[in-house]
């Protein structure tokens, strides 16, 4: 999966791929929940993707979105890049608003905080990140008006 990886973070890199990436984003939600969080279309190309349940801060309601992530930090790392997009992703002012969320990953649902990271530590993930998919590098260039949110997502002791 590694190699099929690989392909789509080149293509990922393109302008074609934000718009077709948000365009799978409502399937990819869809495959995520009824599997419980065990195929979407991130996972079907060997990505490691998470079910992320925010609370909607003007609504109050559950909203849900599939991100990409990376373990880190006894957490899972998520980055609020909007595909390079000119504001932030709902999902992560959601995050500020309510930080306490559930992520699913692999049939497993989990209890986390968010916490927004800066400086030093936010660098040190985002590098970790973009190591992963390397796209994240030019989503930051297409966003150079606003510096991209990454949180930690912090599992919540049983």
């Known amino acids: 999966m590694a190699g099929l990886r690989g392909v789509f973070a080149g293509f990922g890199k393109s302008k074609a791929f934000a718009v077709l990436g948000r365009a799978l984003v409502p399937a990819d ?17 060997g990505l490691r993707t998470l079910l992320l349940t925010t609370i909607g801060r003007r609504s109050g309601e559950p909203r849900q979105v599939p991100l990409l992530y990376v373990e880190r930090a006894g957490g899972y790392v998520v980055i609020g890049s909007n595909w390079g997009g000119e504001a932030h992703p709902a999902w992560s002012a959601n995050l500020l608003a309510q930080p306490k969320a559930t ?9 986390v905080t968010a916490r927004l990271l800066t400086g030093a530590e936010r660098q040190e993930m985002w590098d970790a990140v ?13 966003a150079e008006h606003r510096e991209i949110r990454v949180f930690l997502l912090e599992p919540l002791s049983p």
């Not at 495959?31 to 079907?44: C, D, H, K, M």
């Open 130 to 142: 973009a190591e992963y998919w390397p796209a994240y590098d030019r989503y930051a260039v297409r």
């Open 29 to 45: 939600r869809v495959l995520l929940r009824i599997s419980g969080g065990r195929v979407g279309v991130g996972t079907a190309v």
């Open 103 to 111: 992520a699913t990953i692999g049939g497993r649902t989990a209890d």
